[in-house]
């Protein structure tokens, strides 16, 4: 069955299927691969994006390049606490002490950070396992049903996730979710990249970064807003024109507190119909470029700060910084600022949640 794939995935089916899931069953995995030899591999628990090689040409030579922080067993993947790859959710960010207000009522939400939500709670869906289908050699979709009253959220909530490779190396990932009571939405891929190699013992900080954003959110200490956003013009989240991660490192307060990058980017409006890069990145050799495109109103960009100890795929652990992630998303705390301008994280019963993020390579 798996004499088709490359040896890479062959060996990652094999190795992530010896331990057992909560549930007492194996993992079950998907890998997608296109023409141009691009391959990406998907795992039921959390709807994770395991693998992601790339065809890479040095000295006019191809080779495939894994630019996907990850791991290689199941007792790994649970063992991590970055939420390495998974699709998080009922709400990706935090929520200041898990609380919220919707029509009146008040939710009290699963704590699991300093006193507040992160990602859905202490059993967010990172860990559940999604019900998974091949619809061809280039996607794969996953479904999940979230009971009402599921970590403290209210209405039952189905939520699809569709993985498609596409010919031109790009893996796109719609979302999409139904609720029959009103409720808080905001899902997001917690992928960590780095273009010069996985696990290639590099940082990430050498890379050249750009984002389409005029404001950032700034937080206190445990990662909660603020409440007021804050223009970038000469300060070291104004990554407007491509600079390097580690040019304006821990230059501020904002920054220092967070022992890096850790902030949400309010997207300029016309970056917001996934039709032009949000943000681009650009490995220190420029052997490979990586473009976000979003309906998202921001982007999380976290720079690894405390990825210290978490397993990598090769037997060892990732170091802080040994990858960067570009979440898009809602902002963090959304349901408590009605107040903010583009606020979509209310779900009514007669709405359709639909949000689509790219990740292309070149």
């Known amino acids: ?34 023409q141009q030899g691009m391959s990406v ?19 006019h030579q191809t080779q495939y390049r894994e630019v996907l922080l990850g791991v290689s067993t199941l007792n790994d993947f649970y063992q991590q606490q970055a939420y390495l790859g998974a699709t998080v959710g009922r709400y990706a960010n935090r929520i200041a002490a898990g609380k919220f207000s919707l029509d009146g009522e008040d939710y009290q939400l699963s704590i699991n950070q300093k006193g507040n939500c992160l990602h859905g709670g202490e059993s967010g869906f990172n860990h559940r396992r999604w019900q998974m289908q091949q619809v061809n050699a280039t996607e794969a979709q996953f479904s999940l049903l979230s009971a009402d009253g599921d970590m403290g ?14 010919e031109n190396n790009e893996l796109s990932i719609r979302y999409s979710a139904e609720t029959d009571k009103p409720t808080v939405v905001n899902l997001t891929n ?14 990430c900080l050498s890379h050249q970064l750009m984002i389409n954003a005029d404001h950032y959110l700034p ?3 445990s990662g909660i807003p603020l409440g007021e956003f804050k223009t970038v013009e000469a300060t070291s989240f104004d990554f407007r024109e491509q ?120």
């Open 190 to 203: 917690h992928g960590y990249f780095n273009l010069l190699g996985a696990d290639s013992g590099k940082d």
């Open 41 to 59: 591999t998907l795992m039921d628990i959390g709807a994770t994006w395991l693998s992601c090689c790339v065809p890479v040409t040095v000295d």
């Open 153 to 166: 959220f209210p209405g039952n909530l189905q939520v699809i996730v569709t993985y498609t490779l596409t």
């Open 243 to 362: 600079k390097l991660i580690n040019q304006d490192w821990l230059a501020d307060s904002d920054q220092q507190q967070a022992q890096g990058y850790d902030h949400s980017f309010v997207l300029r409006s016309d970056v917001r119909r996934a039709t032009t890069a949000c943000a681009t990145i650009v490995a220190a050799d420029h052997s490979l470029t990586m473009d976000v495109l979003t309906t998202k109103p921001a982007i999380q960009l976290y720079t690894g700060n405390f990825l210290a100890g978490s397993p990598n795929r090769i037997g060892g652990e990732y170091k802080n910084y040994s990858g960067f992630a570009l979440e898009t998303q809602f902002l963090p705390d959304s349901p408590n600022h009605p107040e903010w301008p583009d606020n979509d994280s209310i779900l009514l019963p007669s709405e359709h949640y639909h949000h689509l993020t790219c990740y292309r390579f070149r």
């Open 1 to 34: 069955m798996l004499t088709h794939l490359p040896q890479h995935a062959i060996a990652l089916h094999q190795s992530m299927t010896v331990d057992m899931a909560a549930d007492g069953l194996p993992a079950k995995l998907i890998t997608l691969v296109n």
């Open 219 to 221: 937080t206190d200490s």
